[in-house]
């Protein structure tokens, strides 16, 4: 079974551009969950999708962050415009549809974005 | 509110001795811990967590975690450290007021020498 998989690896971008960051979870998770570690911080929690609604952004930093879930499988994370303080390691994590406060969740391999 | 604490940034050990991670934690309610890792250049892997039940959670590569409600503590243990366990160490916790997401520590880093 594949794991949780993020596109790109690496993004190298200037401040005011705009990037776009992709999450495909583990097939038939219906949870989808946005995470990043800033400057060897903590890691912290920006949203979470049950299929394709959003239950918790309470995380999300400002309104340069956008986030969708269009049919409840992969997600994208949108910056626009980029800022200097938006570097860090953006993760995804899924869980499987119990959604329980128990459940695991899975996390990809992280974006590393760099904003110049 | 929630919080973690990793008190250690990094933790030296000799290959073969015993390996402690620190984790404390502040949560309403019972708790739901989790302990991750992470490998160079990789993301994050799970190890185990604690939802209820027996205080000593047995996880992934040798690695158990010591469940303390008193002392408000989950500590990651392996008996005899391996060179290979080399790597970034977090402790996430979620309480019962946040649904699904995880509240993480800062992270420790394990060497582990020969």
């Known amino acids: 079974e594949a794991g949780v998989t993020q596109f790109p690896s690496h993004s190298v971008i200037e401040k005011g551009q705009t990037v776009t960051l992709r999450c495909d979870p583990i097939s038939g998770h219906d949870n989808l969950y946005w995470y990043r570690r800033v400057m060897g911080k903590e890691i912290k929690f920006l949203l979470h999708?049950?299929?394709?609604?959003?239950?918790?952004e309470s995380g999300m930093p400002n309104n340069r962050f956008l986030a969708e879930r269009t049919g409840g499988t992969y997600s994208t994370l949108k910056v626009q415009p980029a800022e200097l303080e938006d570097s860090g390691v953006y993760f995804c994590?899924?869980?499987?549809?119990?959604?329980?406060?128990?459940?695991?969740?899975?996390f990809g391999p992280g974006t590393r974005l760099t904003v110049l | 509110a929630q919080s973690v604490a990793q008190p250690e940034d990094q933790v030296n050990v000799a290959e073969g001795n015993p390996l402690t991670v620190k984790c404390t934690y502040s949560v309403s309610g019972n708790p739901y811990l989790f302990w991750y890792v992470q490998y160079p250049n990789r993301g994050l892997q799970f190890l185990l967590k604690?939802?209820?039940?027996?205080?000593l959670v047995k996880g992934s590569y040798g690695f158990e975690a010591e469940f303390n409600k008193s002392q408000t503590s989950f500590h990651l243990k392996k008996p005899s450290a391996l060179v290979s366990d080399s790597a970034l160490y977090f402790c996430?916790?979620?309480?019962?007021?946040?649904?699904?997401?995880?509240?993480f520590g800062a992270g420790t880093q394990v060497v582990v020498t020969p």
């Open positions: 604690y939802i209820t039940g027996d205080n």
């Open positions: 996430a916790v979620r309480g019962l007021d946040s649904w699904g997401k995880l509240q």
């Open positions: 994590a899924s869980s499987q549809a119990l959604g329980g406060i128990a459940d695991t969740q899975y």
């Open positions: 999708f049950v299929k394709e609604s959003k239950q918790d």
